[in-house]
């Protein structure tokens, strides 16, 4: 009659590593791939349109790396809070990228379309 309770399942963690990837790589690629551009245009015009293109390369790297994210975070998150870190990510990687992508637009007076 005196049964002891049982003892739960201790909560699953999240695996650090692929989660900086997942975090890491949107935003690292804005910024290596801006910085290639402005590096390799200089003063020539002929590279002057690249950058209006890498917003839609790193959309794709984000849609990509929400596949891994969602992977990553589903061992210990499920229904309603999954969905809802989904949709972070996602709309805070498209934000912090398009910041970086304008601030090292701005570092590079090349970038400049006249």
Known sequence: MNQEP???????????GPLWVALAVPSAVTVIA?????????????LVILPLFLPLVVLFVIIVESFHFDRVVRQRYRE????????????????VCLTLWAGSCALFPSFSIH
Do not use: K, M
Request: without cysteine.
């Open 80 to 95: 309603r809070s999954l969905l809802f870190l989904n949709i972070a990510y996602f709309l805070g990687q498209i934000i």
């Open 34 to 46: 801006n910085l290639a551009i402005g590096f390799l245009s200089g003063r020539e015009n002929d």
């Open 6 to 16: 049982e003892i739960p399942e201790p909560v699953p963690t999240i695996p650090r």
